[in-house]
Nanobody, 129 residues
């Protein structure tokens, strides 16, 4: 069964850090662009970051640039989102998503949500004191 599974969410104080993981099963991540999205209650889904199949191209939303880092370990079939200097406005359910795409560059922006084929179930991140 093809699926993506997120983990690593939780409750953290403002200024703290979390690392989210996205694990793939049933397929090999090596050929997939992976994106991270988030959705807060009452708000639209927002693209956070993306990484190409080799890990050589990434992009970030302005709201997280300089604080979040996306990375991948294709040998482990995993993608990560390191989140530092967390703010209350980062509170949301975070999703990873995948699309088969080799060698793409995301210098000018990430794929839109509708381009992704596989989605995880989400992991809750709450930033609060």
């Amino acid at each position: 069964q093809v699926q993506l599974v997120e983990s690593g969410g939780g409750l953290v104080q403002p200024g703290g850090s979390l690392r989210l993981s996205c694990a793939a099963s049933g397929f090999t991540l090596n050929y997939y662009t992976i994106g991270w999205f988030r959705q807060a209650p009452g708000k639209e889904r927002e693209g956070v970051s993306c990484i190409n199949s080799s890990g050589g191209s990434t992009n970030y939303a302005d709201s997280v640039k300089g604080r979040f880092t996306i990375s991948r370990d294709n040998a482990k079939n995993m993608v990560y989102l390191q989140m530092n200097s967390l703010k209350p406005e980062d509170t949301a359910v975070y999703y990873c998503a995948g699309v088969f795409r080799i060698g793409s560059s995301y210098y000018s922006g990430c794929p839109r949500a509708g381009e992704y084929v596989y989605w995880g179930q989400g992991t809750q991140v709450t930033v609060s004191s």
